[in-house]
């Protein structure tokens, strides 16, 4: 007798609003700006391996990547980002 192939169950893919609570649970860092590229590496660095570890859909890191940003970066974000009517650099 032939076996039949294990059945592949649909999982669903989780809402924006699953990922963002699953992305606050382990404290992300945040991202201040400034001038030390250093500064900005680790911190990229910090939220590529916790999109790695969460395997978040690219459609939903933006959001709450930029959630992270504090002074200099919070003010590009408030003010250079709106003025360029262009998508968002991240």
């Given at each position: 007798m032939r076996q039949m ?79 360029a009517s262009e998508p968002?650099?991240i």
């Open positions: 192939p294990p059945r592949c169950e649909l999982i669903p893919k989780p809402t924006a609003m699953e990922t963002i609570c699953q992305f606050n649970k382990p404290k992300p860092p945040k991202f201040e700006g400034g001038t030390d590229p250093m500064a900005y590496k680790e911190w990229f660095r910090r939220m590529k391996n916790l999109f790695e570890i969460m395997e978040c859909p690219e459609r939903f890191k933006v959001h709450p990547t930029t959630y992270q940003f504090e002074k200099e970066a919070e003010f590009w974000k408030a003010t250079v980002k709106p003025r968002a650099l």
